[in-house]
């Protein structure tokens, strides 16, 4: 096959692109051509391997998120569960509390004097204070203490000659202790010099 060269200063020349022969390839440039022929099949095979790696790397990425997501799930269904049933245990211990004081308003007649329903009332308190105690729910009660602002609410303030200044003279209302936190503070009548 010929080609025909265009040269606009010249007149057209053809020349021979076919030849008949070849030329013999030197030891050196084979060597060369079959290094590169080694390094490109050990690249397709470290390919290869690493999108194994990566597939594999990539469905234990989306198993992790699936267990991550049914743990929250389960997380949620425990918490709202807790929520709701936290109270269950009081709630059972205070039931007793409840049944003793529905037995004192059926006493009849006869049976009730006064002696019996103190002695009834007081049998209850006893109760209703072992489930406070049981579920540490703690009394403060500080007549005769400092008066301690982070326990106590002063409801007032009056002249003692017996007792200390800022000195609990009365407990209007008893507070509660939770778990070491406030749930009420006490109220009280707090000494002062006259």
Same mark, same amino acid.
């Given at each position: 096959m010929t080609k025909k060269k265009e040269n606009p200063f010249e007149e %057209?020349?053809?020349i021979d692109v076919e030849t008949s022969e070849t030329e013999p390839v030197s030891p050196k440039i084979e060597a060369e051509v079959t290094l590169v022929e080694d390094e490109a099949s050990s690249c397709e095979l470290a390919l290869a391997k690493?999108?194994? #790696? +990566?597939?594999?790397?990539?469905?234990?990425? !989306?198993?992790?998120?699936?267990e991550m997501e049914n743990l929250r799930k389960r997380l949620m269904r425990d918490q709202e569960k807790s929520r709701k049933f936290a109270l269950e245990g009081?709630?059972?211990d205070l039931l007793q509390?409840?049944?003793? +004081?529905?037995?004192?308003?059926? $006493?009849?007649?006869?049976?009730?004097? $006064? #002696?019996?329903l103190i002695e009834g009332q007081e049998l209850t308190l006893r109760m209703l204070e072992k489930v406070m105690q049981d579920h540490n /729910?703690? !009394?403060?009660? %500080?007549?005769?203490?400092p008066f301690d602002p982070e326990l106590h609410e002063a409801m007032t $303030?009056?002249?003692?000659?017996? /007792? #200390?200044?800022?000195?609990v003279m009365e $407990? +209007?209302?008893?507070?509660? /202790? +939770?778990?070491?936190?406030l749930i009420r503070p006490a109220m009280v009548v707090v000494?002062?010099?006259p």
């Open positions: %057209p020349v053809e690493a999108e194994q #790696e +990566l597939a594999k790397h990539r469905d234990a990425m !989306l198993r992790m998120q699936a009081v709630m059972k509390v409840r049944d003793s +004081l529905e037995r004192g308003l059926v $006493v009849t007649g006869e049976s009730a004097t $006064v #002696e019996a /729910l703690e !009394l403060i009660d %500080p007549a005769g203490e $303030v009056m002249p003692s000659d017996e /007792l #200390e200044e800022n000195t $407990v +209007l209302q008893k507070g509660f /202790l +939770l778990h070491d936190r000494s002062r010099k």
